[in-house]
């Protein structure tokens, strides 16, 4: 067995086999001085609080679907700035936008059965550019990757 942890440390502890040399011991070997970070950048679960790099995280924010509907990476910039400065710490937000006919911005399209990636400016690298401002203006994001309710229609 082989564990990975970020700082480049490497602990490995392989079980004899019947095909190796017997072994009552595991072999640890660190490719640098340096431990396992403790910054992570995500937000955990301490208890009945959230955390966010060891410190209690206070979530503020709301439901923006719309954020990659705006028309330009300027005004989703502004947006998020606008948020930050309102005191914001969270956005929940859209990671699909599923459609049967392409307009505006849209990640997916349906014909039939048949589902197409929009990777360009009008699709996944619009959702790029939510997400790298949410990251410029420090707010964390939450994503929703399906929608399993009709609503708005496409």
């Given at each position: 067995?082989?564990c990975?942890?970020?700082?480049s440390t490497?602990a490995?502890?392989?079980?004899?086999?019947?095909?190796s040399p017997t072994?009552?011991?595991?072999k640890i070997t660190?490719?640098?001085?340096?431990?396992a970070?403790t910054?992570t950048?995500?937000?955990?679960t301490?208890?009945t609080k959230?955390?966010?790099?060891?410190?209690?995280?206070?979530v503020?924010?709301?439901?923006?679907?719309?954020m990659?509907?705006?028309?330009s990476a300027a005004?989703i910039?502004?947006a998020?700035?606008?948020l930050?400065n309102?005191?914001?710490?969270?956005l929940r937000?859209w990671?699909f936008?599923?459609?049967?006919?392409p307009s505006?911005?849209?990640?997916?399209?349906?014909?039939g059965?048949t589902?197409?990636v929009n990777?360009g400016?009008?699709g996944l690298a619009?959702f790029?550019?939510v997400v790298a401002?949410?990251?410029a203006a420090?707010?964390?994001l939450?994503?929703?990757?399906?929608?399993?309710?009709?609503?708005?229609?496409?």
């Amino acid at each position: 067995m082989i564990c990975l942890v970020a700082g480049s440390t490497i602990a490995s502890s392989v079980p004899p086999t019947a095909t190796s040399p017997t072994s009552t011991t595991s072999k640890i070997t660190s490719t640098t001085a340096t431990s396992a970070p403790t910054s992570t950048g995500f937000v955990k679960t301490s208890g009945t609080k959230f955390t966010l790099n060891g410190s209690t995280f206070t979530v503020v924010g709301s439901n923006a679907y719309w954020m990659a509907q705006l028309s330009s990476a300027a005004d989703i910039t502004q947006a998020f700035t606008d948020l930050k400065n309102a005191g914001f710490t969270t956005l929940r937000t859209w990671g699909f936008n599923d459609v049967t006919s392409p307009s505006g911005t849209y990640y997916q399209l349906w014909s039939g059965s048949t589902a197409t990636v929009n990777t360009g400016a009008d699709g996944l690298a619009k959702f790029d550019t939510v997400v790298a401002a949410a990251k410029a203006a420090g707010i964390r994001l939450i994503i929703a990757l399906t929608n399993n309710w009709s609503g708005k229609s496409s």
